[in-house]
């Protein structure tokens, strides 16, 4: 089993920084791609920033400049780091990979629990 456990949320002020950190645990060959989703309330869940093994990255466009997504493949832990931060991003963020458990097997989303991050006007 892989289990995805993040830590990191809060309350902040408008303008404020946060870094959620997740950590992958288990029995698995290789995670392909980590990412970050948020769901706010009454909404959808969305897709903040995604990051593959070599490090190439891609954002949405409402935290492009401001969010910064990273990983340590031999943690294998994905970060964000949360810059300028907005009541807008105020939401539940999800920590998602895509881990093929053996070198043969197909790959699988996992999912963590969810973080809260509260921005504060």
């Not at 002020?13 to 870094?19: F, K, N, V, Y």
């Given at each position: 089993q892989v289990q995805l456990v993040e830590s990191g949320g809060g309350l902040v002020?408008?303008?404020?920084?946060?870094?959620l950190s997740c950590a992958a645990s288990g029995s698995f060959f290789s995670i392909n791609l980590m990412a970050w989703y948020r769901q706010a309330p009454g909404k959808e869940r969305e897709l903040v920033a995604k990051i593959i093994t070599g490090g190439a990255a891609n954002?949405?466009?409402?935290?492009?400049?401001?969010?910064?997504?990273?990983?340590?493949?031999?943690?294998?832990?994905?970060?964000?780091?949360?810059?300028?931060?907005k009541p807008e991003d105020t939401a539940d963020y999800y920590c998602n990979a895509v881990v093929q458990r053996t070198y043969s097997s197909p790959r699988f989303n996992y999912w963590g629990q969810g973080t809260q991050v509260t921005v504060s006007s």
């Open positions: 002020q408008s303008g404020g920084s946060l870094r954002y949405a466009d409402s935290v492009k400049g401001r969010f910064t997504i990273s990983r340590d493949n031999a943690k294998n832990t994905v970060y964000l780091q949360m810059n300028s931060l």
